[in-house]
Every structure is written in structure tokens, then in C-alpha cells.
């Protein structure tokens, strides 16, 4: 009877008061415990791991096992010592100073992420591609189609929402007589207006459990970390989904802190909003809900042990009577937000997407794979089978033959891949999901094949993050165990802890930490800070100025043996003029008449010697068929011709690579890609790749005709790129970024021993 946890039980038998609050205790005490273990173990596998797992080859032949760990951890510790330096200073501010830091600390962030877009240009691609480009089409239909993309949107209904909201904000600046073109760059300021929202409400959520210096500290390190800036550009269900899940969290602090009923019913009404809102978005928002609703009841647990103490009567309808109303209002707003969206998505999709959808065990299965990556043969496997109830039995039963053919330890395997998967990469694949921009100097720095000590920085700071939340709660769990008060924020590690959880579960991806970013920055923040106290009181830290000295000396020499690598070791690049590797709609198979001729325009103002085209080889090496292709440049004048190209050295969807001779614009030079069919015979064909939707023009600098049509906002699949053997950086720039890196270690340093002898 005691395991029930009815609390009627604890009123039916007096006799065991004493033991039901030993019950209640160890019960309270032992979720505490369960959460920070485990919170613990996984932060710091994850966070050890990350001192090797990430893209080192461009240092070539220092890719080594020991100079990725010292290079991950030299940068660790320089970040560390900026920290505690960062939180030194705030502690010595008035409060007044904190207010106003704080939007100091908000204005860089907005300036950063808006200097991001404009000047990196990133253009949406894949998922959120789709998304966007179907919300645009929306704008003729009025309806989202269940056969675009081959069906997309018949298979993921989970998008429906960001769909449709995407629609509704473009009908509303399409009334407004915004022209097409600013379409993606206005969904992408909606973007970072969500970015934005979640970090201030973060700092709130931190100026109420930990004070205001401890917010302000977590914005600076929002300012300093690179993921706050990355991601301006992806308009998508991760970042649109942040608000609401740190909106969740914040709402149920104004719950718990509000006086009388009348006050909760507000945040009540609005938590069924966002709760609502949220899950729509991405599942993941519901993982706050989950930890909010775990400590209400454990609070509710707690203020019973305490009648049961102090020996007055327990009356559940009194202890519960506060919350009625904010409950009530919490109800009535989630259940006509569920049935708004239901009416909605009804409205807008006319086929029956309830058996074309996947079946939520459909990523569960694609999880229980090697580390639980997207796999298109599960995809094409599960969207095989008709109906709903056939999805699920297949999928079920090919994820009970994946657990059993793993077993105990290769389950445990699995969990430790998944982990590394979506949380070990520092960049979140911010390179590959911002390769459609413009390619200048920014992005080539930043982003491109010189973005390597990005690389460095943002692994650094992922590796720093992890391993301070996994040690900051085993120093939380070993205070529980000693009877120390359970830790503020622990309803922000439950919440991170509930995100690790889920993606051991579901499938994985690097870009599936996105939405639980600054969580771990609040944590972070209140463990450099609890680390700081202890720091500058420890006589050790008097000798801390020291540690830097020497790590100042190691940099120096890792920068004198990277000198060889990357200033004198030649390397091959590609600086891109177009990079147009997207592809979608018109898909008319292989071209199968003579008159089928593909012309695709472009424009540069760079020198290029290489042009790059994707196409479908549907027979493979054996293909016989042949085509012509020539570039002309505005004049008409022939810059290279081709009439041997054969489809058999095609192999599909990989450029295929045509070399010309350099060719160096003197201004802004349009130019003229034709492809001709020499021979072709029925499967002796290719089908050439081209973004044909209709709805977004994906390279505005050029358009392109098929036969004597010309492809409304379409372009084909194409790059144009100048190919040359360089080094990774010249020997001016490297002088001038060790330069920095060295000041800046040594500022760290000097500072440090500066501290140290005021203290």
C-alpha cells in the first residue's frame, strides 16, 4: 500500500507516519540523486570525448590524437580564465551597472546576428528549405500538397505548423506589398527575434533563481559563445521552438512565486499557450513541461511531509485550492490551442495525411541504427507500407529485431554513439547548414576552408560547457548526499537532462541540440560562477597567474609548429563564384529528346576555371549517351566547348567537374552554360539535377531555359568555382592571428596576476 503514494493512505494508517515520511523523503531525495547522476555521467562523456571528436584534417599532419586534445584543452582553459575574469569584474558592479550591461550584452547579440545575416547571406536549405518554399506556394494553393518533394509533406506532418505560420506571416507581407525576394530574409529576422527572446528569457529565469549578476554573466557568455550567431539565418522548428521552451520554464517560475490565486491565472493561461504552441513546433518544448510538472508534484509531495511533521491535518482539496484557477485557465487555453490546431491543419490539408504520416516509432526505429543518423532506407521502408497501422507494426517489429541483434552491451554502445552524435560536435554543423550564402571573405573565414580556429573556439567552448554541467552536478549530488539544499536550477538540469534522454530514444543529429543551447549556457554560467567564489579565495589561485603564463608559452609553440601546416604546406582550394547545389521539383526523368537543351545562365565578377553540374545517371558506367557543352560570355564569345562529355563517368547526384581554362572577369561578367544531347537512347540519357519548384528562385544572378522554355525561379544544380593549389592561410594573415591570440593569452594571463595581487 505504501508504494502507491495515495495520500490517502498516509491518513488511513497513523501508525506509519514515521515511516511514510521516510518514505517520502528517500523518494524525494532519491529523484534528486537519479537526475544528477545521470546528469553527471552524461555531460562528462560527452564533454571528454569532445576533446577529440571534431574535424581536425585541415591541420594535416598535426591530426593527431595528442594535439587535438592540447589544442581542445589550451583553448578550454583560456576560456575558463576569460570567464572567471568576466564574472570578477560583474561581481565588483552595482546593480544598476548589471541593468544596463545586461542590454549592453543583448545589443552585441543583436548586432552579431544581424551582421551575420547581411553579411554571410545564408540561404535556407533542405528541411527548413522545404518548409519555407511550401509556405511560398501556399500563397497560389491555399493548401500544403501532399505530393510535393516526391511527398514530402505527405510523410512529415510534424511540419504542418511551422508551415502554416510561415504561410500566414507571408500572406501578411505579401498584403503588404513586400516584394518575393525579401521573403527568406524576413523570416530569417523572425529567426533571430526567437534567438533573441530565448536569452533574455534566460536571463530572467536566472535573475530570479540566482540573482542578477549571475544573468548578466550568463549573457556574456552568450555573447561569447558562436552558436548565439550561427544560427541566424536557419529559420526552423529548433530555433522557433526556443521561446517556448524557455518560456515554459520561466512561466512556472511566475506560478511559484505569485502570492494569490488571481495572479497565477495569467501565467496559467499563457503556459497553456506556449505549452501548446511549442509542441507544435517540435516535440522537444513538451520535455520542459514534463520537468515543470516533476517538481510541482515533488513540491506538493514536500508540502504534505511537511503537515505530516508538524502534526496538523492534511486536507488535499486545501493544499491543491491555490492552484484551481491557474490550473483551470491552464486547461481551457491547451485545449482549445489543440483543437485550433487541429481545425487548422484540417483546413489546409486535403489529403489523408493521417496514414502518409510516419508513426512517432518511425524515428525511434531509425534511432536503434548505429548512432541513430537519419537512414533513407528506413525512411523509404516505413513510407512503403499504406496505411498507419501498418507503419507502426512494421516499424515496431524491425526495432524489437534491432534491440534484440544488439543486446545489452551493444544497446549501451548505441547510447553512448547517440550521445556523442547530437551533443559532442561544438559547431552543431553550423558549416554545412550555412554553405548556401554568399561566398566572400566573411564566409570564407568564418565559415569556409579557412574557418578552422572558429573550429577550435566552438569546440572549446562545447567541451568547456559539458564538462563544468557534468561536474557541477556531481558536486550538487555530493551535497544532497552530505544534506545540502538541492540546487536552484534544478529544474534547468532536469530539462537538459530530459533533451540528452530524449535523443538517446529518438533519432540523431547534430543540429538536434540547438534548442536546449542556452540551458546549458544558464548552467554553465551558475557553475563558472560557484566556481569563481571558490577560486578567488583559494591560496591556490595565487600561483593561477602562473598556469597562464605557461599555457601562453604552449600556444606559442603550437603556433610555431602550425606555421609549416598552414603557411608553408600547399593545399588545393576552391573558391566559389555560385555554389547553386540545391535540387527540387520538375522532376521530368532523363532527357529524352534531341530538342531538350539545358541553358542556364550566371553572373561573376571572380576568377574561375571550374564549372560543376549534378545529374541522374540511370544506367551507370555503361551509359552510352553523350552531350555538348559550351560557356559562352555576354558577347557571345566561346570560352570552352566539349562534345566528348559521356554520361557512363557520371555517377549521380556527385558534381561532375568540367576544367577550362582561368577566366578572370574585369567587372561583373554574365555568362552562358548550354548543355546539348549529342546522342541519346531511352536509358542512354541523364536527368540534370535543377531547383524547378516555381516558387523560390534559389540564384537570382541567373535563370534557366530548357528546350525554348524558360524555368520560372528555376535553376539548375550547378557550381562555378576557380580551383588552385594555395596554402591554408598567407604569412601575413597568420602572423597577425597569432598576434592576436598570443595578446589575448597574455591579457588573460597579466590580468590574472593583477587580480591575484589586489586580493
Known sequence: MLLRLDPRTFLRYPINVSLNLKLLITLGGFMYTLVLLLLAVFSLYIG???FV??????????????????????????????????????????????????????????????AFLFLIQPMLRYDPLKVFDMAVEMLRTHTISGTYETGYFARYTNNYPITILTYWFLLLLSKCGIPNALFMPAVQLINIACISGSVWLGYLILKELKGQRTGVFYLSLCVLCPLSYVWAGYFYTA????????????????????????????????????????????????????????????????????????????????LLKPYFASGAAFLLTAVLSLCFWKATVNHYVDFDYKNTGFPAVHWVMMGARWDGSFDQTDELYTFSFPTKEEKIAADKQVLMERIQEAGPIGLISLTGRKLLNTWADGTDS??????????????????????????IYSQAFRAFQMLAIGLAALFCLLGIQKGKEPPRL??????????????????????????????????LADSIASLADVCFRSTQSQKAWRYYGFASLMLLFLLLAGKKELVDTPIEERQYCVDQYQYAGGYDGYVREYSQVY????????????????????????????????????????LYENDRFL?????????????????????????????????IEGENSLEFLSYNTGNCDMYSDGYLTIGEEIQEKGDLAFSVYEYKVTTYFSLKFYLVLSAVLLLLAGGITALMKRINQKD
Open 48 to 50: 571528454a570525448w569532445s
Open 53 to 114: 571528436r571534431w574535424d581536425a584534417s585541415w591541420l594535416r599532419h598535426m591530426d593527431v590524437m595528442p594535439v587535438r586534445i592540447l589544442v581542445i584543452a589550451l583553448a578550454l582553459f583560456f576560456l575558463l580564465g576569460a570567464s572567471l575574469l568576466i564574472f570578477h569584474f560583474l561581481k565588483r558592479q552595482s546593480k544598476t551597472t548589471l541593468g544596463r550591461l545586461a542590454f549592453v550584452c543583448m545589443a552585441v547579440l543583436l548586432i552579431g546576428q544581424l
Open 239 to 318: 530555433t522557433l521552438s526556443m521561446p517556448c521552451l524557455m518560456g515554459i520554464l520561466y512561466l512556472y517560475l511566475l506560478l511559484t512565486k505569485a502570492r494569490t490565486p488571481l495572479r497565477r491565472i495569467v501565467p496559467g493561461g499563457a503556459l497553456g499557450l506556449i505549452l501548446i504552441l511549442g509542441f507544435k513546433l517540435r516535440a522537444t518544448a513538451m520535455i520542459a513541461m514534463i520537468a515543470v510538472i516533476l517538481l510541482a508534484v515533488r513540491r506538493l509531495w514536500g508540502q504534505f511531509g511537511n503537515s505530516r511533521r508538524s502534526g496538523s491535518a492534511f486536507s488535499l482539496t486545501a
Open 430 to 455: 553550423y558549416q554545412a547548414e550555412n554553405s548556401f550564402a554568399s561566398y566572400g571573405k566573411p564566409y570564407q573565414y568564418l565559415l569556409g576552408s579557412k574557418s578552422g580556429f572558429l573550429t
Open 490 to 523: 534544478f529544474v534547468i538540469q532536469l530539462t537538459l537532462l530530459g533533451g540528452i534522454s530524449f535523443h538517446i530514444l529518438w533519432e540523431t543529429s547534430p543540429l538536434y541540440s540547438i534548442g536546449f543551447t542556452f540551458l546549458g549556457l544558464m548552467l
Open 599 to 638: 541553358t542556364q545562365t550566371f553572373a561573376a565578377d571572380q576568377p574561375f576555371n571550374r564549372i560543376a553540374i549534378r545529374a541522374v545517371n540511370p544506367v551507370g558506367e555503361s551509359n552510352q549517351s553523350a552531350f555538348r557543352v559550351k560557356l559562352t560570355d555576354e558577347n557571345g564569345t566561346v
Open 647 to 679: 554520361s557512363g563517368t557520371v555517377v549521380s547526384v556527385i558534381p561532375y567537374e568540367f576544367e577550362l581554362d582561368t577566366i578572370i572577369p574585369d567587372k561583373l561578367t554574365s555568362y552562358t552554360l548550354e548543355i546539348t544531347p549529342g546522342y
